[in-house]
């Protein structure tokens, strides 16, 4: 006899940030609510991504802060060290503190939590075997995916056996290698890149294009580069894996190179993108349909294939942020109850924590031209920047992109000390639909980094804004 289903007005199956969100709010509201999470309570952000990232990230900056002491008059009896066990705690007292949050926050609420693997087996229907090894059938009136992506692995010859820490493995923070290779150059690789140098590993960064970050503008991630040197970065661009190669009992790994040579360390990170969770999540059985990539197909309204059938976050091909998902959480939460919201034409910003960090949003210079804007550029070095001088951190540049004819700022790369914050002013001034001299002309808080904004917009002239 086949299972009944247990009919609820929400069914969300993965518990990310859009998914938790969206369960948790629906629960107050009074709906019926099933979530299912399969292993992480909180999402991925706050086991293995931003948020034990980050707080690594800061870690290594205060090994900068403690190194430079001596600069800013302060005096330390000895040479700062990392002590890996104080690294783990500190990272999982971060973590566990937040996983235990949501654990209270998810029963407060008044929804189901479900920890379990969820298989579709009829349409808004999943089966769901629980971590207890029992089995439940939930159907919804309305379904959410919010099954999030893992780390892509590279399909290349000894890579398998190889034992090679990911994105999220080597956040266990087991050891400190002496040298750490780094297979990609995109945001988490460079983020890992310099966090771990600081640290005072030797790192390689084997990137196949000809730039890191190549999503940038050259110029901005030949700065990025230069910083990552500067740290004792060993950065390769334009170099292709073919094979990887670990010695036995854990010996040293040898990444091959295209042109035949090999480069040696004693772990290898492969930071090559993540990959979706849907291969057996059973979507077929639900009627929903997938992009080429894996991804599960929606429109702007975050709508699949199948009715009353949603997905959002990572899994549905949303930019991989924790606050793009937040917003496809408030698109979701509209569309369910009634109102009217899209993804289309949202300004989603988002900062590279190298140390200093790269901040970005909107459009760079390259793709502005290309879609055939005519475009005045601003730039200015951090140095120039008064807060920069008196915290003794002028490393950096600045550079917005602006429409020559409307005067309208179409995006901004600010690599600098605390770029993540200021950054919002920027987004907040496209957002509403601001020119370039009102926030040139601003009257900022001296001595603040946001106040480089007067400075950069001021290279642009004294114009005033076009009518």
Known sequence: MADVPEDVDLLVV?????????AMDRAKAGWSVVMVERDKIGGTCINVACIPTKSLVESARTMVVARDADVMGVELDSEPMVSLAALRRHKESVVGGMVDAHRTLFTDSGMDFVMGTARFVAPR?????????????????????????????PDLPGVAESEV?????????????RTLLILGGGYVGCEFAS????????????????????????DIAGAVSEILVDQGVDVRTGVRATAVRREPSHGPVSVTLEDGSSVTGDELLVATGRTPVTADLGLDA???ELTARGFVQVDDHLRTSAEHVWAAGDVAGSPQFTHASWNDFRILRANLTGR??????????????VTPELARVGLTEAEARAAGHQVTVAKIPVSAIPRAKTIHDRIGVWKA???????????AALLGHNAGEVISAVQLAMLGGLPYQTVRDAVLTHPTMAEGLNLLFDTLGDEPHHP
């Open 195 to 218: 966090m771990f140098a600081l640290f005072g590993t030797r790192v390689v960064l084997l990137q196949g294009s000809g730039q890191v970050l190549p999503r940038e503008d050259a």
């Open 165 to 177: 820490w990911t994105s999220e493995t080597i956040l266990r923070l087991e050891r400190l290698p």
């Open 401 to 411: 992109v602006v429409d020559a004819e409307t005067d309208q700022i179409l995006g």
């Open 286 to 288: 639900a009627g929903v």
């Open 125 to 153: 229907t999943v089966r769901i075997t629980t971590q207890d090894g029992g089995t439940r059938t939930v159907r919804g009136k309305d379904v959410v995916v919010n099954a999030g992506t893992t780390p892509a692995v």
């Open 14 to 22: 993965g518990g990310g940030k859009a998914g938790k969100s969206l």
């Open 340 to 353: 009217d919201a899209s993804t289309a034409g949202r300004l989603v910003p988002y900062t590279v924590f």
